[in-house]
């Protein structure tokens, strides 16, 4: 109920008293697949909630646990009980925007409101320009170069970034400037690659698919700690 923004105000509001939270307090809200191997388990409430990608291991914690140890997961925007739902929405883009059978967690602050601007728009919204960078991914150093040049202060930062001579980006900004039609380093055009991007990023994310399974009883392997563990 604390998580679900279709339902009234006042019946969020009942769920958080009973659940022991504070009304002034802030709190985030963090999601993880079932499959999900934790390192360390965070303390607060927590159950399993369905979602349009699936059962999704949810908990809620201190607006100062900006990270935990599990993987993948993601951590929402902090916020007053009145607005889990929405720290619930952050965190599931947070989540999805973890690398594929990547053992770490993604919080939103990371990419301020623009998670939140996704975690708000409708479900089948239309981004034009992913088409675009899904051309750009079809290079092999695609996807990691642009990631790169929206994350990076410089052309030359992102060169140090990818590991590669600033001559060798150059070329790569010029394919990329071409394929998408405007220069990703200019102006707007760094935030409409940066948007674009992260669109992509979530159409394409396979991080809540199961991964393969592994041979039982390995040494040394963690197990998944799930509801309960």
Not at 16 to 44: K, N
Not at 97 to 124: H, I, K, N, Q, W
Not at 205 to 218: C, F, I, Q, W
Request: some cysteine; proline content about 9%; hydrophobic content about 40%.
């Amino acid at each position: 109920m604390l998580v679900d923004g279709d339902l009234p105000a006042d019946r969020r509001r009942t769920a958080a008293a009973a659940l022991g939270l504070s009304t002034t307090a802030s709190y985030r809200v963090v999601t993880a697949p079932l499959f999900a191997v934790w390192a360390e388990h965070p303390g607060g409430p927590e159950d399993v909630v369905p979602t349009a990608h699936g059962p999704l291991h949810t908990l809620v914690v201190p607006a100062a646990t900006a990270v935990v140890q599990a993987g993948p997961s993601g951590v929402g925007v902090a916020t007053t009980p009145d607005h889990l739902d929405h720290s619930f929405r952050t965190s599931v883009v947070a989540l999805r925007l973890c690398g594929r059978g990547a053992t770490r967690s993604v919080g939103a602050d990371a990419y301020a409101g623009l998670v939140s601007m996704f975690a708000e728009e409708p479900a089948g919204a239309h981004h034009p320009d992913v088409q675009l960078v899904a051309a750009v991914d079809e290079h092999p150093w695609g996807a990691a170069t642009l990631d790169a040049l929206t994350t990076s202060g410089s052309a030359r930062q992102a060169a140090r970034a990818l590991g590669i001579h600033h001559s060798t980006l150059q070329h790569r900004l010029e394919i990329i400037t071409t394929t998408l039609g405007f220069d990703p380093l200019d102006g707007l055009g760094r935030l409409r690659a940066g948007v674009a991007h992260l669109a992509w990023r979530l159409q394409t994310s396979r991080v809540l698919d199961l991964p393969a399974p592994t041979a039982p009883g390995r040494p040394g392997e963690p197990e998944p700690v799930g509801p309960g563990h």
